[in-house]
């Protein structure tokens, strides 16, 4: 198995531009989770899904940050319009049913907004 | 809900040494428990877990963790590091047999290890 796929590795954009993130999850995985991580606070749940839909999107900072999963294989999360302190590593990762799997992390898109 | 509080926030430790890093969580119900590693520049790698049975978990690289109910701890250990364990570690938490599957994660204790 490949393991989570994370896509782009790196992304530098322009404050107001639109960006997308790209994951997709290890085949038969049913949760899957988005996190954003940055020095100031650490590891953050961003949103996560179950069967591609919407659980807890409670950690989503703002209406400029949405996120899907059209299908078990591929999730997207897309921020508009970018801002410079949108700037961390954003991560995803998945799961099977039990909690007591634990979570496989993909590689991250380190995001960088000027 | 649950916490989890990682005791501090930078560990130095010379090479071979034996280091323990700390980790406290809190919970209405029980719980699993685990810890992860993530090296520069890459995702957070399980290293270790705790669901059930013996206190004592072993893991990958060397590294074991007890968990004890009473202090509501989890803590890691090596009994000697090396210079490639250097790493960021999080210590993580989800309640057991709850609807979600949600893990909560501690703020990450950097592991230096020096020559």
């Known amino acids: 198995d490949a393991g989570v796929i994370q896509s782009p590795r790196h992304e530098v954009t322009e404050m107001g531009q639109e960006v997308t993130l790209r994951c997709k999850p290890i085949?038969?995985?049913?949760?899957l989770f988005w996190y954003r991580q940055t020095m100031m606070r650490g590891l953050e749940l961003l949103i996560y899904?179950?069967?591609?839909?919407?659980?807890?999107d409670s950690g989503m900072p703002e209406d400029r940050f949405s996120a899907k999963m059209p299908n078990a294989s591929f999730s997207t999360l897309k921020i508009q319009p970018s801002e410079p302190r949108d700037s961390a590593v954003y991560f995803c990762?998945?799961?099977?049913?039990?909690?007591?799997?634990?979570?496989?992390f993909g590689s991250g898109t380190r995001l960088t907004v000027v | 809900a649950q916490s989890v509080t990682q005791l501090d926030s930078q560990v130095p430790v010379f090479e071979e040494a034996p280091v323990e890093l700390r980790c406290n969580y809190s919970?209405?119900?029980?719980?699993?428990l685990f810890w992860y590693v993530q090296y520069p520049n890459q995702g957070l790698q399980l290293l270790l877990k705790?669901?059930?049975?013996?206190?004592l978990v072993k893991g990958i690289n060397g590294f074991e963790a007890e968990f004890n109910k009473s202090q509501t701890s989890f803590h890691l250990r090596k009994p000697s590091v090396h210079i490639s364990d250097t790493a960021e570690y999080f210590c993580?938490?989800?309640?057991?047999?709850?609807?979600?599957?949600?893990?909560?994660f501690g703020t990450g204790t950097l592991l230096a290890v020096q020559p």
């Open positions: 993580a938490v989800s309640g057991r047999g709850g609807a979600t599957n949600k893990l909560i």
């Open positions: 085949s038969g995985h049913d949760y």
């Open positions: 899904f179950n069967n591609n839909v919407p659980i807890d």
């Open positions: 919970s209405s119900v029980s719980v699993y």
């Open positions: 705790y669901l059930s049975g013996s206190t």
């Open positions: 990762a998945s799961s099977f049913r039990a909690s007591g799997d634990g979570y496989t």
